[in-house]
């Protein structure tokens, strides 16, 4: 089975979050990424997996600046097979799903993995999008994903249960926590991460469709406050008037 | 203990001089630390075990021998690497990166540079995927900040093939369960030669040494060689005298230098931590003055000792660092590791104490790091060596009468 993975950068967990540019760009000065959870704990190591059980071959892409090479370098260690990169700003949803769409419809994949969203704009587009584009069904959010020749069997979760459905590859799926576990890359993935192949490749032309007004940190957590419990009527004020909840 | 929430300072961006690749390799070292080692290391220190099902685990990330070359079974990395394992590794546990070190640098460093072909071929790559464990035996009962005195010996058996091994070494990390044994040992002209001891040769026995109460979830023991026949094939051929033993300290006391540092770092990013959490009149305890002078002391002492370590991990990687560069950052390293270990305890006040927090282990474990390797003023005395010219060591022992 060919399979594509999709793999976008996140501001690794402990950064510290700024902005730049009046407010309407990210600040990635002294900023630290790590490979989207989401990419590679799930969609890359159950595309390993999948390899490992039925065959095949896997191939990691992501839109993104020759600074993003650590992030594929990584993704390469864990035990993707070549990395593809599109050597362009991911400026949004629309412009990244339609790159990575070009690629995979001129290479021909039998099964797109995306994670369910990235850490960072929290957008869950890209996959959805890469579907539309490449005309091929998309599942979101699969929690589990099995291979018999062309036929997926996939899970879902849903409110109160879970949710079986069964499709024909190619298809494009998005990955949720449950699809497989975390791997660490060892020693000997690392060493043979130096010499896999790394395709830099030029984008397309895509429009760009949006752009961003500003954006605004959340407001400081305050202190906590302590309500004796005889005093509800206390709560029920403050609760109103000052957290304005109720 | 807690949820390992630990990442390392980095206070003058010292990231931007690292590779991607170095950074790889620290980040799934510290991975697999947090998964593998962090939820049942204070159990191992408690009951005083070594967790010897991590030993694949560490041959897996590359902690055994990480500049071995490629074709004897190493990842042939650099010896920037090899110090970011060790960090990762003490920054949990000073006895896992003892047993890291010890197989690194003091097992397979004198099997790579001064071994034959033949024992490359035969103890390398087992020994990077911890398939067989070694240890190295210097230290002798009554000599271990003066090796060269060593009274363990060998003489040829007089068979043409083997020679006969007799003698004790002391304080010997990994010793109760290593496969093999680089001992150093004197000929019969007085001359320092590697001998590789298996276990199972008749008349070599390796018992545990009990009742530490530092770097309990290392093991340690000793070496006990009564008329072992050991082949000739298995002494080093490639460099003898007491030089050989000190080049492999070497390599292992760069990677202490890294170590230490480590442990250090963990102290201050949980102290940090406590400090903003734990509320005390009225207020976090990270906003009294006193605790910020600690807090504020102990990142600066930790970046100049991460300047210093990744400029003598450049140095080492040029093939330049010095015995004397190397002796400097490995006293200075676990000094204020131990300063950073007890201030930190303090932040933590009572609960600093229990091992829900790693710190009171890291300053016992510290103990052992500061006499090990040449103890504190010993590495004193080689700076003062190398800056005056002049050998302090030894001394006539005055007439008393
Ligand atoms: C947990 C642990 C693990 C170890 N693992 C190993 C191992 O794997 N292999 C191995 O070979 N050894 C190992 N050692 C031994 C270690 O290297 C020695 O303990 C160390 O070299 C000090 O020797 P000593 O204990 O005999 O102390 P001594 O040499 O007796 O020193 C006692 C004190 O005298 C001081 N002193 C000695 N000489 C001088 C001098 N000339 N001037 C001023 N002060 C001096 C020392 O600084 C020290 O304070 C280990 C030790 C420990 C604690």
């Not at chain 1, 069904?137 to 979760?157: H, M, N, Q, Y």
Request: charged content about 20%.
């Amino acid at each position: 089975m060919k399979i594509l993975v999709c793999i976008s950068k996140s501001p690794d967990t402990t950064s510290k979050i700024a902005f730049t540019d009046n407010n309407t760009k990210f600040d990635e000065n002294g900023v630290q990424y790590i490979v989207n959870p989401y990419d590679e704990w799930y969609a890359l190591v159950r595309a390993l997996e999948l390899k490992e059980t039925i065959g095949g071959n896997v191939t990691i892409v992501t839109v993104g600046n020759a600074g993003d090479e650590a992030i594929i370098r990584k993704a390469l260690a864990i035990g993707a097979d070549e990395a593809v990169r599109i050597d362009a700003d991911p400026t949004d949803a629309y412009f990244t799903a339609i790159q990575i769409a070009e690629y995979a419809k001129a290479n021909g994949f039998d099964l797109v993995l995306t994670g369910k969203e990235t850490i960072n704009y929290n957008g869950s587009q890209v996959g959805g999008m890469i579907a539309e584009a490449m005309d091929l069904p998309f599942i979101s959010l699969a929690t589990k994903l099995d291979a018999v020749g062309s036929t997926l069997t996939l899970e879902r979760e849903i409110v109160g249960g879970v949710q079986v459905l069964e499709v024909q590859s190619p298809v494009v799926v998005s990955c949720a926590k449950g699809m497989a576990e975390q791997r660490i890359p060892n020693m000997r993935g690392i060493m043979a991460a130096r010499t896999k192949p790394l395709h830099v490749i030029a984008p397309v032309a895509v429009d760009l469709l949006t752009s961003y007004t500003t954006y605004t940190m959340p407001n400081t957590k305050s202190a906590c406050k302590i309500i004796d419990p005889s005093n509800m009527d206390e709560l029920v004020e403050l609760l109103h008037n000052e957290a304005k909840v109720i | 203990m807690r949820t390992d929430l630990y990442t390392h300072p980095d206070y003058f961006n010292m990231d931007d001089l690292l590779s991607d690749e170095h950074k790889l390799v620290r980040d799934s070292a510290r991975a697999w630390v947090k998964k593998e080692v962090s939820p049942i290391i204070d159990e191992h220190y408690e009951k005083a075990t070594f967790p010897n099902n991590l030993l694949s685990g560490l041959g897996e990330i590359g902690a055994f021998g990480p500049y071995i070359p490629e074709e004897y079974g190493g990842p042939g990395l650099d010896h920037i690497s090899y110090g970011l394992i060790m960090q990762e590794l003490e920054r949990c546990d000073s006895g896992l990166r003892s047993t890291a070190s010890v197989q690194s640098s003091l097992v397979m460093y004198p099997i790579w540079k001064y071994g034959s072909e033949e024992q490359k071929q035969k103890y390398l790559p087992k020994l990077a995927t911890g398939e067989m464990m070694g240890c190295f035996g210097l230290t002798e009962p009554d000599h271990g900040s003066n090796p060269g005195g060593m009274t363990t010996n060998f003489k040829d058996a007089g068979d043409g093939e083997n020679v006969i091994l007799n003698g004790a070494k002391m304080w010997i990390s990994n010793a109760p369960f290593a496969d093999i044994a680089v001992v150093w040992a004197k000929d019969e002209t007085g001359r320092i030669y590697g001998i590789v001891v298996e276990r199972g040769m008749e008349g070599f026995s390796t018992p545990e040494m009990h009742g530490k109460l530092s770097l309990r979830a290392s093991s340690t023991g000793e070496l006990i060689f009564v008329d072992v026949k050991v082949p000739k094939s298995h002494i080093l051929p490639g460099r003898s005298g007491l030089g050989a033993p000190l080049s492999c300290l070497d390599s292992a006391r760069f990677g202490i230098a890294w170590g230490a540092l480590g442990a250090a770092m963990d102290c201050y990013d949980q102290a940090l931590r406590y400090s903003k959490e734990r509320t005390q009149f009225g207020v976090p305890i990270g906003a009294f003055q006193l605790i910020q002078k600690k807090l504020a002391e102990m990142i600066t002492e930790i970046t100049k000792a991460q300047l210093l370590t990744l400029r003598l991990g450049q140095l080492r990687n040029e093939g330049k660092a010095t015995s004397a560069q190397i002796s400097m950052a490995k006293r200075n390293n676990v000094e204020i590791a131990l300063n950073i270990a007890r201030e930190a305890r303090q932040i933590h006040g009572g609960m600093g104490i229990t091992s829900e927090y790693s710190i009171m282990r890291h300053m016992a474990n510290l103990e052992s790091v500061v006499t090990y390797e040449g103890t504190h003023d010993i590495h004193l005395l080689i700076t003062g060596m190398d800056i005056t010219g002049i050998p302090a060591f030894t001394r006539e022992m005055p007439d008393l009468k």
